[in-house]
């Protein structure tokens, strides 16, 4: 069984009792303990982490088409261990999945998530507007220890509707992930394009993403904005 904490915001600490398996972002770990001698092992995944070669290969390709392609590590343990995972200082945010919920994120933001998520990339379609991407991965509890731990470009905020009804709009260049419970609350896509797009003077908060009220969802921003997206302007 598999546990997630973190330590110092930055670093990912996965304690192991017994045997399991966990993937991560390939070349996370930066260090790990165990009893006696090592009793866990790494190993890229050519594929993906589905069950079977021709889900893992068609899920390898849709990757590669959809933009969402990414580079995954096996770590197989064997026994009692604590190991760490991080990537260049980003913030790690951890969140244990309820049976049946569902993690929408952007692939870049994925450090770690145990075998009882199970991994797919769903089409959005919103790329020409933000360097989101025309896809997204999702990650849905299939068992009752599914972990996940995402990454932030700083110290992140949480926005969520679930109690409250709230209409959340959010810049899809600084969303990290959103999680709900009926496994498929896309946001709308608002745009507030004008003639002043055109002659350079637009606000730079031209599109969003929009959950009503009725959708029930937790969205993870962080304090950064992927660059890209449109630029519309006279010279």
């Known amino acids: 069984m598999l546990t997630f904490e973190t330590i110092n915001e930055l670093t990912l600490k996965v304690t192991c009792t017994g045997n399991d398996v966990l ?3 390939a070349g996370a770990f930066i260090c790990g303990e165990s009893a006696r001698e090592k009793n866990y092992k790494f190993e890229k995944l050519l594929l993906g982490p589905q069950n079977g070669f021709m889900q893992a290969a068609l899920g390898s390709l849709t990757r590669r088409l959809a933009g969402e392609n990414l580079p995954l590590m ?3 343990m064997s026994g009692d261990s604590v190991t760490y995972y991080a990537n260049y200082g980003q913030h ?3 969140y244990k999945l309820a049976p049946g ?3 929408s994120v952007e692939s870049e933001n994925i450090l770690a998530f145990t075998q009882d998520c199970k991994y797919s990339v769903r089409f959005l379609g ?3 507007l933000s360097q989101k991407g025309l896809a997204t991965s999702t990650l849905t509890a299939v068992g009752n220890n599914a972990y996940v731990a995402v990454l932030s470009d700083g110290n992140p905020i949480v926005l969520s509707n679930v109690h409250n009804g709230n ?3 959010v810049d899809p260049d600084a969303v990290i992930c959103w999680i709900s419970r009926d496994g498929n609350c896309d946001p709308q896509i608002k745009t507030d394009l004008t003639w002043k797009n055109l002659i350079g003077q637009a606000s730079g908060e031209s599109y969003a993403f929009e959950w009503s009220g ?3 969802v937790t969205v993870i ?3 950064s904005e992927r660059r890209g997206g449109i630029r519309l302007g006279i010279d």
């Open 221 to 223: 921003i962080q304090p």
């Open 74 to 76: 096996k770590v197989t």
């Open 214 to 216: 009725g959708q029930k």
């Open 101 to 103: 919920e569902t993690v």
């Open 92 to 94: 790690v945010v951890i």
């Open 167 to 169: 209409t959340l709009s």
């Open 126 to 128: 919103i790329g020409i």
């Open 23 to 25: 993937f991560t972002k």
